[in-house]
């Protein structure tokens, strides 16, 4: 694997993909990266020949009081994981290779940034839909993986690439779980061996949300049940817990749409997100 900081090396590396016929795909992180990422990693080879991990802790997309400082940097162990994982190039663009002096272009994706995750941190999606949009013209990949974790990320992904005509295909990966059903997050590194114990609760609840109201029980009062649950185990506050349409986000969409629970809390001071469909075919 070639870790590359530059982005003309990077456009000459991948135009030695393009010259052989290859097909790239990318996978954007912020590091840190644990099963979750190495799971888009082996998606990312079913896709494309050849594989392209970003690495870049996102400034635009923390809050002036979020965990920009705090968020774990683990440049070597990431790289270990990427090459191990069969990871053709490690793209490592610097602060100034993102966002050089002048830098004033946002690109915002109106409406579905707006809710829930958006609501709680307003500018977190615009930063995010900024900083991809620049790795896609960076890299220029056929196919870009994201998990399904982070829901709303993905939806903004999908509406982004929709209205500007990037021509990459966006697959959506299942979220990876510990054995006990918490979902794997760079953040879960925050928890205390207490509050990672407690924090399970988060999929319960939601398991339990979707259980009542896939057999029709008011989705109103199983999702004020939820909140309440994990109030009881040890959340701190509950930002959301929501149902919404799989496709667009509207919430409570009616029952013959494809729904899904989405929730935020924290625990701590660490703030967890979690989704899982209503409908149990679907993927997680
Ligand atoms: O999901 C993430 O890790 C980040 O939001 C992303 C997509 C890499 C953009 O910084």
């Known amino acids: 694997m ?12 991948i135009a030695g993909f393009r010259a052989a016929g290859e097909r790239i795909a990318l996978v954007p992180t912020m590091g840190a990266l644990h099963a979750g990422h190495m ?15 970003s690495i870049f802790v996102n400034p635009r997309q923390f809050g ?11 440049e070597g162990a990431d790289a270990r994981m990427l090459n191990e994982a069969g ?7 610097t602060i100034e290779t993102m966002y050089p002096e002048g830098f004033a272009t946002t690109v915002s994706v109106a409406g579905i ?7 709680a941190r307003p500018g977190h999606f615009d930063g995010v839909a900024t900083v991809v949009a ?7 990949p056929d196919v870009a993986l994201f998990g399904n974790k982070d829901f709303q990320q993905l939806a903004v992904i999908r509406r982004m690439v929709a209205d500007m005509d990037f021509d990459i295909e ?26 990672r114990g407690r924090a399970v609760a988060l999929p319960r609840a939601l398991g339990v949300a979707a259980r009542a109201i896939a057999r029709g029980d008011d989705a109103n009062d199983a ?37 899904r629970l989405l929730a935020a809390a924290r625990i701590a001071g660490t703030r967890l997100i979690d989704t899982i469909p209503v409908e149990p075919l679907e993927h997680g």
């Not at 070639?2 to 590396?13: G, K, N, P, S």
């Not at 620049?134 to 220029?140: A, E, I, P, S, Y």
């Not at 697959?171 to 207490?194: F, H, I, K, M």
């Open 39 to 53: 799971a888009l990693v082996e998606e990312a080879k079913r896709h494309a020949q050849r594989t392209v991990a």
């Open 2 to 13: 070639q870790t590359i900081r530059d982005l003309a090396a990077l456009r000459e590396a």
């Open 113 to 119: 940034s707006a809710v829930l995750d958006g609501a």
């Open 134 to 140: 620049k790795l896609f013209n960076q890299v220029g």
């Open 64 to 74: 002036p009081n979020e965990d920009l400082d705090q968020y774990p940097r683990r």
């Open 223 to 259: 999702l004020e049940a939820a909140k309440a649950s994990l109030l009881t185990a040890g959340f701190d506050s509950v930002d959301y817990v929501a149902m919404v349409d799989a496709e667009t986000l509207a919430e409570m969409p009616a029952a013959d749409r494809p729904r």
């Open 170 to 195: 966006i697959v959506g990966v299942q979220t990876q779980r510990d054995d006990d059903g918490l979902a794997l997050s760079s953040r879960n590194l925050y928890l205390s061996d207490e509050d």
């Open 87 to 93: 990871c053709d190039i490690l793209w490592m663009p």
